[in-house]
């Protein structure tokens, strides 16, 4: 029930909490996509708490698991926190078109939509205004 007090919590504005529990959530999945999952509503919530290396590490760790197993749409939400979190973070990033072009493929409208926002801020950040621009529409 981990996982239920994760989202409970999220629900709260109870961020860090929330995270604690997603990952203690992830520690006794009894399978791998569960954990994966659970993963990313931990990096998800440790996000929204300003914990941002966690967010990224554990971000990382659930892409590490999604990647061998081709969990495409996982593995793509992974290295989207994990660019959030390093955005948020302060970091100097370039934004990646092929993240955009990749994450639309999905077909998933979510990611995709995440993803091609997340980017345009980076390049916004960057100076790169009309590549923001091209980003922010998608």
Known sequence: ???ARGWAAYAEGRFEEAGAAHALAAEGAPFVTTRISSLLNAASAYLEAGRFDAAAR???????FARPR??????ARAEWLGRAAAYRRGDDLVPDGD???AS???GNP???GAVALGEAAI???GGRLDEALTYARQ
């Open 58 to 64: 554990i971000a990382s760790e659930a892409g590490a």
């Open 104 to 106: 639309r493929q999905l």
């Open 110 to 112: 979510q990611v995709a």
């Open 70 to 75: 081709r969990h495409v749409l996982l593995e």
């Open 1 to 3: 029930m981990a996982s």
């Open 123 to 125: 390049a916004w950040r």
């Open 99 to 101: 993240l955009v072009v």
